[in-house]
């Protein structure tokens, strides 16, 4: 059974700090792997979708990266700011039963 | 349009009623998604739909009962739910079920059973 755990469970920095969240996943079949965003209380925002063939992904301050082979994939974001506090959720698209499976988050708050 | 709509955003039910959630897009995909979420984790799969037909089930109780009437939308109707079922309720979409699709989230239904 695929699992996804995100490390660490909850982070603040000063603003202009850059962010580092980990995910990492047990079965390397996956057909792809999403990041989304969480305020509290609402939907998933979809930031970056990587394939299973490729390396990273990037748009704007956010950049994400893949290795499939070992089972980890990290986002970064550049230059922090207030308005990045919320929730971090990364999913797994597996290819076994063909549906997303998500990690338990990283919760980010960002200090002025 | 490339957004996925909920409604109601809020809803208070008894354990005696009957109420539906409502999920709509017109991106033109082909497969849709519940998701319960509980406070502080993360969604966990209900049920996918795709072209209009049931996909999956993941053992969901059947005091939940899904329905796709057509492409664009996909109801969740609800009946005898218990407090625990209190949550936000997601639904996604994507373009299908391939590989290749990525997936696009309403803003959720807070369901609340008192």
């Known amino acids: 059974k695929q699992e996804v755990t995100q490390i660490p469970a909850a982070l603040s920095v000063p603003e202009g700090e850059n962010l580092v969240l980990n995910c990492s996943f047990t079965?390397?079949?996956?057909?792809?792997l999403q990041w989304f965003r969480q305020d509290p209380g609402k939907g998933l925002t979809s930031l970056l979708l990587i394939q299973s063939s490729q390396r990273e992904q990037t748009s704007g301050r956010l950049n994400a990266s893949l290795d499939k082979s070992s089972g980890r994939s990290t986002l970064y974001i550049a230059a922090s700011q207030p308005g990045d506090s919320a929730t971090y959720l990364c999913?797994?698209?597996?290819?076994?039963?063909?549906?997303?499976?998500f990690g338990g988050g990283t919760r980010v708050l960002v200090k002025p | 349009d490339t957004e996925v709509t909920q409604t109601p955003k809020h809803l208070v039910m008894g354990m005696t009623n009957k109420k539906s959630l409502k999920c709509e897009q017109h991106?033109?995909?082909?497969?849709m998604y519940w998701y319960k979420q509980k406070a502080k984790k993360p969604p966990e799969l209900m049920f996918v739909y795709s072209y209009e037909k049931l996909s999956i089930n993941e053992s969901v109780p059947s005091r939940f009962s899904p329905e796709c009437p057509n492409s664009s939308l996909l109801n969740l109707h609800l009946h005898a739910l218990q407090p625990e079922d209190s949550a936000l309720y997601l639904c996604?979409?994507?373009?299908?079920?391939?590989?290749?699709?990525?997936?696009?989230f309403g803003s959720g239904t807070r369901l609340t059973v008192v």
């Open positions: 079965d390397s079949a996956i057909y792809n």
């Open positions: 991106m033109g995909h082909r497969a």
């Open positions: 999913a797994v698209h597996e290819a076994a039963g063909n549906k997303l499976t």
């Open positions: 996604a979409s994507s373009q299908d079920l391939g590989q290749y699709s990525d997936y696009t």
